[in-house]
């Protein structure tokens, strides 16, 4: 079974550009998933979507992030404008059910400068 | 919200060593599960254990609910073994900051 797939893999950008995030979840799988993981933390849920309806966004900053799941597939995370403190790895995982079985992909590091 | 707190943060072993990894957390729980995160950021999730006791190979949990802590027990470490473990816990799974485990040869 293919994993949960994520691009890019590395970014960098300046503070106040724009970025975007895609994420590919395990077909089939119902509930994904968008973590922000900041070095030596633990990861911090962003967003949660059942098939391509929100459950859960209240920790994200949404004055400057945003994020889909058009078709419950595929998802994009899009960060504009960014801030220095955007720096992390954003996570995508997928579930078959919500909050058991996860998968994880393998994370895009964001370096903003 | 429910807090969660890991330890210890750090553990440093030679190979062949065995280890505890304990887990509090604040109030009860109908959720938890351990992670490792591997020194190249994959993140595999290893246990479902909300209570009692699970075994994997070399690895194993326990959770006591009532009491409110889980234990992830590492048998025989191997260096592949290292990297950060977490527990997180309910649905929306909330982290733990994770015990850094290194393996020395």
């Known amino acids: 079974e293919a994993g949960v797939a994520q691009s890019p893999r590395y970014k960098i950008i300046e503070k106040r550009q724009s970025v975007a995030f895609w994420c590919n979840p395990i077909?089939?799988?119902?509930?994904l998933y968008w973590y922000q993981q900041i070095l030596g933390q633990g990861p911090k849920l962003l967003i949660q979507f059942q098939n391509n309806g929100v459950v859960d966004d209240s920790q994200l900053p949404k004055d400057r992030f945003s994020a889909e799941r058009l078709k419950g597939v595929d998802s994009t995370l899009k960060i504009q404008p960014a801030k220095l403190e955007d720096s992390a790895v954003y996570l995508c995982a997928s579930s078959p059910i919500s909050g058991y079985g996860y998968t994880f992909g393998s994370g895009t590091r964001l370096t903003v400068v | 919200g429910i807090q969660v707190e890991q330890s210890p943060p750090d553990l440093i072993l030679q190979e062949g060593a065995n280890s505890t990894l304990r887990c509090n957390f604040s109030?009860?729980?109908?959720?938890l599960q351990w992670f490792h995160q591997n020194p190249w950021g994959q993140l595999i999730n290893l246990f479902y254990?909300?209570?009692?006791?699970k075994q994997n190979g070399r690895l194993s949990a326990t959770t006591v609910a009532t009491e409110r802590y889980s234990l992830l027990y590492i048998s025989s470490s191997q260096t592949t073994d290292s990297g950060v473990y977490f527990c997180?816990?309910?649905?929306?799974?909330?982290w733990g900051a994770g015990t850094k485990l290194i393996i020395k040869p």
């Open positions: 109030d009860s729980v109908n959720n």
């Open positions: 254990i909300p209570s009692g006791t």
């Open positions: 077909s089939g799988h119902a509930t």
């Open positions: 997180a816990v309910d649905y929306q799974l909330i």
